[in-house]
């Protein structure tokens, strides 16, 4: 069923869908404490996690400044830049097992 609103063909269930999808990224901004790009940038040359307007993907790039971020070099050495709507900090990457010195020994380990 399609409707037309001020000579716009309105489809209803797309428009649910729009709904579902804003709500599911709002939802997700707030448990993953993503920065919106409107509120704050992150300082220049500062590697983040970022959400791609263009592609709807997420990227790890450096923040060049301008809203710009790099992050990727083609083969000709050409920068790839991209704006995002939303950045994060790059999360610290898990500790391998072993390193932790309050650990107790494993007795499978062999010493």
Same mark, same amino acid.
């Given at each position: 069923?399609?409707?037309?609103?001020?000579?716009?063909?309105?489809?209803?269930?797309?428009?649910?869908?729009?709904?579902?999808?804003?709500?599911?990224?709002?939802?997700?901004?707030?448990? =993953?404490? =993503?920065?919106?790009?409107? @509120?704050?940038? $992150?300082?220049?040359?500062?590697?983040?996690?970022?959400?791609?307007?263009?592609?709807?993907?997420?990227?790890?790039?450096?923040?060049?400044?301008?809203?710009?971020?790099?992050?990727?070099?083609?083969?000709?050495?050409?920068?790839?830049?991209?704006?995002?709507?939303? =950045?994060? $900090?790059?999360? @610290?990457? $898990?500790?391998?097992?072993?390193?932790?010195?309050?650990?107790?020994?494993?007795?499978?380990?062999?010493?």
């Amino acid at each position: 069923m399609t409707t037309i609103v001020y000579g716009k063909s309105v489809n209803p269930v797309i428009n649910a869908r729009s709904r579902r999808q804003k709500r599911r990224k709002a939802e997700a901004v707030r448990r =993953w404490n =993503w920065i919106t790009a409107k @509120e704050r940038m $992150p300082e220049i040359k500062d590697k983040v996690l970022i959400c791609n307007n263009n592609t709807k993907g997420q990227l790890v790039g450096v923040y060049l400044g301008n809203g710009q971020f790099h992050y990727a070099d083609c083969c000709q050495g050409i920068r790839k830049t991209c704006t995002a709507s939303h =950045w994060m $900090p790059v999360p @610290e990457l $898990p500790k391998p097992p072993g390193n932790d010195k309050n650990a107790k020994p494993n007795s499978e380990t062999l010493p």
